[in-house]
């Protein structure tokens, strides 16, 4: 079975701090998606990257593929009380051509 | 982009029974996708729609559980079957390509007493 670990699991910090998501794997990944999900939403798609090594930014999220595409990273700087959320990170697996979420990483921001 | 609705968005229902989980979407898709997600957890595809042709399932999901229908373009239902506390989750339907990435309805919180 194909896994896909975030870190933290959970994450508390105050408005202001910098925070990275990280998203690891064994395996390889054609693309691989970030999403935020709100309680009593769905996750929407935050960002998809599809080349190894890419980097994409996203007002204060910076995104990154690593170079063998087996994992990635999501960086938010002077975080705010809105980015409060589960984060997710999703990857088209090389082999099945399925899309397999992460374990997920929950962010609170306090004011 | 598209808009995904989903009814009921919550329902607590009682042990052996049935629930359908409505998802209409704004403009007509090929693929629409179930998945669940327990408390807390992460998302997992229980099975794959295609219109016009049967749902194909997700190791461990079978169609005895989680019958679905997918009876035209813009429309699908989930039905939970002889439903048991386990069963409770929030589903939710998504449209997309799984390379470009998926746009997901707001979800039905499901409760089985």
């Known amino acids: 079975t194909q896994l896909l670990e975030q870190s933290p699991q959970f994450l508390s910090i105050q408005e202001g701090e910098n925070l990275t998501v990280y998203c690891n794997s064994s395996?390889?990944?054609?693309?691989l998606q970030w999403y935020r999900q709100e309680p009593g939403e769905g996750p929407v798609l935050l960002v998809t990257?599809?080349?190894?090594?890419e980097v994409k930014k996203l007002k204060r999220l910076t995104f990154q593929f690593g170079d063998a595409r087996k994992d990635s990273s999501l960086h938010i700087t002077a975080a705010q009380t809105g980015d409060t959320g589960l984060y997710l990170c999703?990857?088209?697996?090389?082999?099945?051509?399925?899309?397999?979420f992460g374990t997920g990483t929950r962010l609170q921001v306090f004011p | 982009s598209a808009v995904i609705s989903q009814k009921p968005s919550r329902d607590i229902c009682q042990r052996g029974t049935s629930l359908t989980i409505q998802c209409q979407v704004d403009?007509?898709?090929?693929?629409m996708f179930w998945y669940r997600q327990q408390p807390g957890q992460s998302l997992t595809l229980i099975a794959t729609a295609n219109q016009g042709s049967e749902a194909t399932y997700e190791s461990g999901f079978v169609i005895d559980k989680f019958p679905i229908s997918r009876p035209n373009l813009t429309f699908s239902t989930l039905t939970v079957s002889n439903m048991s506390p386990e069963d409770s989750s929030i589903y939710l339907c998504?449209?997309?390509?799984?390379?470009?990435?998926?746009?997901f309805g707001p979800g039905t919180r499901l409760t089985v007493t």
């Open positions: 990257v599809v080349t190894g090594g």
């Open positions: 998504s449209v997309g390509g799984q390379g470009e990435g998926q746009y």
């Open positions: 403009s007509q898709v090929t693929m």
């Open positions: 999703a990857g088209v697996s090389y082999n099945t051509d399925k899309l397999i």
């Open positions: 395996s390889v990944f054609s693309s």
